[in-house]
């Protein structure tokens, strides 16, 4: 069972940066892509980032673009969020995903999830 977990997120003022960070362990051999997901109070949950689990391939919201990097060990354990010119409106409960399948732009297809972590961005 493949199993993921974040750490690194915390409180942190307007405009500066956090690195969110995912340990995966089980079996990842079937692993297509890994993603970084969102949930805003009162919003549904959203795409952030995504990137292939050869570490190929990162795409970005609109939001994340420029100010997100989506990243991958070459060991293929751990996956990374770097954050940074962060925003009041990027607060929220970061969720790190994977899908065995080739369609990360689509939430429902992801097969395994972590717990979250919150990241707050005070202005």
């Known amino acids: 069972q493949v199993r993921l977990e974040e750490s690194g997120g915390g409180l942190v003022q307007e405009g500066g940066s956090l690195r969110l960070s995912c340990a995966v362990s089980?079996?990842?051999?079937?692993?297509?892509?890994a993603g970084w997901f969102r949930q805003r109070l009162g919003k549904e949950r959203e795409l952030v980032a995504a990137?292939?689990?050869?570490?190929?391939?990162?795409d970005y919201s609109d939001s994340a673009r420029g100010r997100f990097t989506v990243s991958m060990n070459t060991a293929g354990d751990s996956v990374y969020l770097q954050m940074t010119n962060l925003q009041p409106e990027d607060t929220a409960v970061y969720y790190c995903a994977a899908t065995r399948n080739f369609a990360y732009d689509v939430q429902a297809l992801y097969d395994y999830w972590g717990q979250g972590t919150q990241v707050t961005v005070s202005s």
């Open positions: 089980g079996p990842t051999l079937r692993l297509k892509f």
């Open positions: 990137i292939g689990w050869s570490g190929d391939s990162p």
